[in-house]
């Protein structure tokens, strides 16, 4: 039977219009489609009714030639583009970045991954210059990797680059939290399940979310004693909420990764 098969396959080549396929019918469609069909040897073996679209994998019913003539293709896509700026200023909100499909899959291939990604942001300053954004309760925060994308003059023009560092890291332990935390499962909120209570976490005070006259991060709970229960909420998901309790100001925050945050 394979000797027959092989045979069968080489008058194919020989002869194209002796066994017909996807090819000779000029077929390749997505997806189930009972219209994509040819007459011709199967994959099976069977002589009859065979089909090119992207179920017949499935089905087990493709013609011979479905994988020479409806080669699977990826999905590929472009570059992620620059952040966008803050939506509106001197209040939580998101950012976006976006990019485009080069070629959309076929055949099965590999499907588009996800074309856009949003974060939570805060800018500290009007469209006129003005400084804003310091008077929030309760605590914003987000996760330390955002720090490595922002600049302090970006979002403040209060802060020189030439002005000497002067952040510090407060310490609390996690009180409360929504259950909206565990959640989030996207690339850019991922680290919102990794709160939980009764967990120390670090928080870094660093530019431009520290107040330039203040030197001090809105919600930093400096002025509580320490048994006085405050408020934080993650940005990117403002139902991503809850409580904690300050533990010291330290200069420099010692947290694992996961429970390293920044004030924003």
């Not at 952040?83 to 499909?101: E, H, K, L, N, Y």
């Not at 074309?115 to 942001?121: D, I």
């Not at 987000?142 to 302090?152: D, G, I, L, Y």
């Not at 400096?222 to 990117?236: E, K, R, V």
């Amino acid at each position: 039977m394979r000797t027959l098969w092989m045979a069968l396959c080489a008058l194919a080549r020989l002869w194209p219009g002796t066994l017909a396929g996807c090819a000779d019918a000029g077929r390749c469609c997505p997806g189930r489609d009972p219209a994509c069909f040819a007459h011709g040897w199967r994959q099976d073996r069977v002589y009859g009714t065979c089909f090119c679209d992207q179920a017949c994998s499935l089905t087990g019913d493709c013609c011979f030639d479905y994988a020479r003539a409806c080669p699977a293709r990826p999905c590929i896509v472009g570059e992620w583009s620059p952040w966008s700026g803050c939506a509106d200023q001197c209040r939580p909100t998101a950012r976006v970045r976006r990019r485009t499909v080069r070629q959309e899959p076929r055949n099965g291939g590999e499907p588009c991954p996800a074309l856009e990604e949003r974060a939570g942001c805060l800018e500290y300053a009007t469209h006129q210059g003005q400084d804003c954004g310091h008077a929030f309760v309760p605590a914003f925060i987000t996760t330390s990797a955002f720090n490595k994308q922002r600049t302090r003059q970006a979002a403040s023009p209060q802060w020189s680059t030439d002005t000497e560092d002067a952040g510090y890291c407060m310490e609390f332990k996690t009180e409360s939290l929504t259950h909206h935390c565990a959640t989030e499962n996207q690339p850019l909120t991922r680290w919102m399940q990794y709160l939980r209570e009764g967990y120390t976490v670090c928080v870094d005070c660093q530019p431009p979310a520290m107040n330039s006259a203040s030197l001090r991060c809105s919600g930093d709970g400096l002025d509580s004693d320490g048994n006085q229960t405050l408020h934080w909420q993650a940005i990117g998901n403002p139902r991503c909420q809850g409580t904690w309790k300050r533990v010291r100001r330290v200069e420099q925050c010692s947290c694992p990764a996961v429970h390293s945050f920044i004030f924003i």
